[in-house]
């Protein structure tokens, strides 16, 4: 079964612009969920899909917003981006039921110039 | 805010030896799972533990819960070069409407010296 996919690996942007950030489950997992991870915050919650709705939110500004289609692939999407962006975003993928481990992909590093 | 919080922070050991870690929380939960993640890349899980286990163990891996102190801890064993990570705790604390949302520590970075 393959992992939980993450594109693209490496991602460099300057302010003001915006980003995509695409996540492919686990074949049969419905759930999705985001994470920023920066040295100082360590891991951040952003939010969580399931079956194509935002189920959970964390405290993030309206710039970051994502979906999720019926396949469960998941996109997230940050506007007007800023230096303090620049982070690890995580993808980790579950079946949904809640309170089970999460399978996270590799990650797409952002670097905001 | 962490809801987790791992220490110590960095932990420098040779091969061999044992690495503890330790990770304390603020409000009751529901099970607890520590992960591990390689420098850069996404995390792995190790184990998960429900709150009425006090104790449990996976290959090398021996994790203990206590839910009076709200603490837990991670023993690796006999440590390997290969052990050389950070690890994170993950809790989930109520959230609102009752939903789930693994909420994870700063993390402890490991490194084993050959």
């Known amino acids: 079964k393959a992992g939980v996919t993450q594109t693209p690996r490496y991602l460099i942007k300057t302010r003001g612009q915006q980003v995509t950030l695409s996540c492919s489950p686990i074949?049969?997992?419905?759930?999705v969920s985001w994470y920023q991870q920066t040295p100082g915050q360590g891991l951040q919650f952003l939010f969580e899909?399931?079956?194509?709705?935002?189920?959970n939110k964390g405290n993030f500004p309206g710039r970051f917003s994502g979906r999720q289609f019926s396949n469960s692939r998941s996109e997230m999407n940050v506007s007007t981006l800023e230096l303090g962006d620049s982070a690890l975003y995580l993808c980790?993928?579950?079946?949904?039921?809640?309170?089970?481990?999460?399978?996270f992909g590799s990650g797409t590093q952002l670097s905001v110039l | 805010s962490q809801q987790g919080e791992e220490d110590p922070q960095a932990l420098s050991i040779q091969e061999g030896e044992n690495a503890t870690m330790n990770c304390s929380y603020k409000?009751?939960?529901?099970?607890l799972q520590w992960y591990r993640q390689n420098s850069g890349r996404g995390l792995v899980h190790l184990i998960l533990?429900?709150?009425?286990?006090r104790e449990k163990h996976s290959g090398r891996l021996r994790v203990t819960l206590d839910t009076s102190k709200k603490s837990s801890s991670l023993l690796i064993t006999a440590s390997r070069a290969a052990d050389t990570a950070s690890y994170f705790c993950?809790?989930?604390?109520?959230?609102?409407?009752?939903?789930?949302?693994?909420?994870f520590g700063r993390g402890t970075s490991l490194i084993v010296h050959p």
């Open positions: 533990i429900r709150s009425n286990e």
């Open positions: 409000t009751s939960i529901n099970n």
């Open positions: 993950a809790t989930d604390p109520p959230a609102s409407g009752g939903s789930y949302i693994p909420t």
């Open positions: 980790a993928s579950s079946l949904g039921q809640g309170r089970e481990k999460l399978f």
């Open positions: 899909y399931f079956s194509e709705t935002q189920r």
């Open positions: 074949s049969g997992h419905r759930s």
